[in-house]
């Protein structure tokens, strides 16, 4: 599902809004069918989510912040090495995230949502600080999500970017969504 608009346009605000960052004042959100805010320690294992700049453990390596994520997600031995190749990242496992580029550290923040194996993926801006190689690869890795099953809410100011992601799009402005339905 793609999030189209321009910037400022209040798709982030949506994004936080759905993993509680932000509380509505009006109108109703639910999520894995649960109410927003109510529902969220029934929903948040489920769902993995990449909102504004991602934080990290600056002196430990992508390999370390993995692992760490993955006992705090309650998985335990994840798969960090099989999450590690999926979004690239294999050559830069055991480098520190602090030396990593802003395209890295946005593959890093996808392994994280990964990591969890979650139903649900809220990516917002994910080509964000990529470069064209890298672009590609996580278009292919968004569709592939979508394709094992995974409910893929994607936001982008770009709409070439969100056709060749999404299958359903709402068109956001001004914090309204004034239209929806398929990409076509």
């Known amino acids: 599902f793609g999030l189209l608009g321009p910037n400022g346009a209040g798709k982030t605000t949506v994004i936080r809004s759905l993993v509680g960052l932000v509380r509505i004042n009006k109108g109703e959100i639910r999520l894995l069918g649960e109410s927003v805010p109510s529902g969220l320690p029934r929903t948040l294992p489920r769902v993995g989510a990449i909102v504004e700049g991602p934080a990290f453990f600056p002196r430990f390596t992508v390999r370390r912040n993995l692992q760490i994520l993955?006992?705090?997600?309650?998985?335990?031995?994840?798969?960090?090495?099989?999450?590690?190749?999926?979004?690239?990242?294999?050559?830069?496992?055991?480098?520190?995230?602090?030396?990593?580029?802003?395209?890295m550290r946005q593959r890093l923040a996808i392994a994280c949502t990964l990591i969890k194996d979650p139903q649900v993926l809220l990516f917002d801006e994910p080509a964000n600080g990529l470069d064209p190689s890298g672009i590609v690869q996580v278009r292919e890795l968004i569709r592939q999500l979508g394709a094992e099953g995974k409910t893929v809410l994607v936001s982008s100011h770009i709409l070439s970017e969100i056709r060749q992601v999404a299958d359903s799009v709402a068109i956001m402005s001004k914090g309204r969504c004034m239209s929806y339905g398929t990409v076509q």
Request: charged share 25%; glycine share 12%; proline share 3%.
């Open 70 to 103: 993955a006992r705090l997600s309650g998985k335990g031995h994840a798969p960090v090495d099989q999450v590690l190749e999926r979004v690239g990242l294999t050559e830069r496992a055991n480098s520190n995230a602090k030396d990593l580029s802003l395209g």
